[in-house]
């Protein structure tokens, strides 16, 4: 890729390969080719690459060599030019050779915040590896010194059959430090590799010792650059799917996970479910040792986990994948799946009532329709109760009234307090509210209390079009900045109009930007319906044409793989997870799903409408059967589209039949696929090109 096109690539992070010179020579030192050919980056070309990075928006820059970095004699000029420019977070890779405490305050001040130190087995072990006496005392010495810092450090290990049985030790060794993470790495064939093929490993083998490298109760150690279905173990790939920017002796370079590897024809055939953030097999090895059994085992894991919600322990749920890949946790492995059945989602509908507007609550602060509190609140204790009794761990209450608040301050307020009053349930209140027309008070009580946010990001029309009026996305991006510090945005909903289906590129570039204005990713789900059409659902050309839908989908799609930093744009996620088409709530299990409004419960917000039979009546009914039938009506549903409509489609696993609400609101029942069938089909076939045969 030419230095132009890099200029496209947007990425947050970047890695500078310095340094001329090494002390090591280790065996699977992949770089150590170019250092004896001397293919190096050039002073200047280093500066340019920092300073473009900046300009660019990378928010993580680090330091890695061609040796050893800290060799390098400019590298003090190159940490306080990316000091300057400011970064978010400075990385150094490290050998541990010659470092003094003088170097690591020196280098703190100048803003490295993180570290990640080489070690690669226990003593001799090391040594072996690095092919240099007194190596691992260096090391174990420089981590202490970053560690006394207070600097976060990492420590990678690669995997060779010179230290594979002494990991173990490594990591007990390794367990009396505070470390963030421990990533046990298999070799990137080239370089050294090729010199000393001996000392490598076959994937199998790193596999059948897998049980023992990664404890059950570890909390920090993970594979890199092995697929998760060999180890069956935390992988880095799983966690972390980002694309990296590179400069290295041969120019820049855009790198993603498994993009210079290969796939047997069973992860294309068999549409792994994890195959988007899979490392794939090293090419090279696979030239020189083979497939062997990888095609077999490969195809064995996914036999086990035959259905895509059984991965759910290792994909789907981040932020609880996440909290176990800490050094702050250390409890048993829990699969997700397991939490998912100790979790409830409830949408409490607050747009039966009317004058949905700031219009509703009156001057003195109090409801305009008295009514209307009192019956949430009794749908509140109702729901509290019923998930307490069926031992829930969490409620997720979804407050939804359209695009303002209905309720006043005072209610939300007492909502809070009973939330924090139950001591064997964790309640999370969700609203769905425009953040550009939030004010500061309202702000001030989520952040209080955080209360997460989903809003519709419809002020991005502002952006694309040509009106010189943009107050109401200013209003928003200044309130998307107060919720994101304190990272209580989870979801950005976008309906998808005309406008937005001619102006795909400067959507994406929209949305990537908005990305980089927060602590972490935000899903962003792109809405085939517009939010005034819901009240038009009968009228059918309310609706976006499925196949303008599918085409601005495929154009997303293109942006977000030349990106290649895999924002969670929703359906595209959803889609490719094998998880349906997505939800605007970031609702992962409909079947766990229910709307209460006005006394009604109903198996989604969106069919809870004055057209549609409710599935029963809470002032009649307890809320228990009301769930059982719930689930009833998805399951039924689910076996109606796979006994018929869906039933020849190759697509099904991967979207389910579509929203049940998009193919109510379209035929007047539930009971059909979705009518944005087309569009998922052709998006669908757009991402499936995209998989590998061999």
Known sequence: MSGQEMSTIRTATAHVLISRQCVNDCVFCTVAERRRKGIFPEHEEVLRFISDCAVKGVKHLVFSGMGEPTLDPCFEEYLDLASELRFKSLGLFTNGYAITPEKVKRWK????TRVLLSLHGIGDGHD???????????????????????????????????????????????????????????????????????????????????????????????????????????????????????????????????????????????????????????????????????PDRAENFLNVFAAPEDLDRVFYNRSFYSSHFSRAKNEDFQPVQDKLRKTLTVVLSTGFFPQDS????????????????????????????????????????????GGRLVLNRTFFLKVLAKSLSFSDLKINNRVHINLAVLGTEWLELFRKYKVQIISPLDSIEEVISTTNDR???????????????????????????????????????????????????IPVFLNPLRTESRAYCHDHTEWIDPGIYGSFLCEIWKCLKKDGSMLP????????????TGCEFFVRDCERCMAVGSGGAFSCRFLSSENTVPVGNLYRENLAPLFEQNKADFL????????????????????????????????????????????????????NLRHQKV
């Not at 001040?109 to 490295?112: F, S």
């Not at 370079?253 to 992860?267: A, K, T």
């Not at 589209?641 to 991967?654: A, K, M, R, T």
């Not at 929203?659 to 944005?676: D, N, R, S």
Request: glycine fraction near 6%.
């Open 358 to 401: 700031a219009d509703a609550i009156n001057s003195a602060g109090s409801a305009a329709h008295p009514s209307a509190s009192d019956l949430l609140m009794s749908m509140f204790d109702a729901v509290a109760e019923f998930a307490r009794l069926s031992q829930m761990e969490e409620l997720i209450l979804a407050w939804h009234g």
């Open 128 to 294: 072996r590896n690095v092919r240099r006496r007194g190596s691992f005392e260096e090391a174990v010495a420089s981590l202490e010194l970053f560690l006394r810092e207070d600097i976060d450090v990492s420590v990678n290990s690669c995997l060779t059959r010179l230290n594979l049985a002494e990991m173990p030790m490594l990591e007990e060794f390794l367990a009396t430090y505070p470390l963030r993470r421990h990533t046990l790495s298999f070799p990137e064939w080239s370089g050294n590799v090729e010199t000393f093929p001996e000392y490598m490993l076959d994937y199998q083998e790193v596999a059948d010792a897998a049980e023992c490298l990664v404890a059950r109760d570890d909390g920090i150690t993970c594979f890199v650059n092995m697929p998760f279905c060999l180890v069956q173990k935390k992988t880095l790939e799983l966690q972390e799917l980002v694309g990296v920017r590179l400069l290295d002796g041969k120019g820049e370079h855009y790198i993603s996970s498994g993009s210079h590897n290969l796939f047997p024809e069973v992860c294309a055939r068999r549409r792994c479910p994890l195959r988007g953030r899979c490392p794939g097999f090293e090419a090279k090895y696979i030239a020189a040792r083979g497939w062997m059994d990888l």
């Open 636 to 687: 039924s549903r689910q076996k109606f589209l796979i006994e018929g409509p869906c039933s020849q489609c190759s697509f099904w696993d991967l979207c389910k039949g579509g929203c049940a609400y998009q193919a109510q609101a379209f035929y007047g029942h539930q009971f059909e696929k979705t009518p944005y069938c087309e569009s998922y089909k052709m998006i669908l076939a757009e991402m």
């Open 471 to 521: 107050s109401l996305y200013r209003r928003f991006i200044k309130n998307f900045l107060k919720v994101s510090s304190d990272a209580l945005c989870v979801g950005l909903n976008l309906s998808v109009g005309p406008l937005c289906t001619k102006r795909s590129t400067d959507i994406f570039n929209v949305i990537r930007n908005i990305q980089m204005l927060s602590r972490r990713r």
């Open 569 to 580: 744009i929703f359906p595209l996620k959803s889609l490719m997870d094998g998880r349906g």
């Open 109 to 112: 001040h100048r803003g490295i």
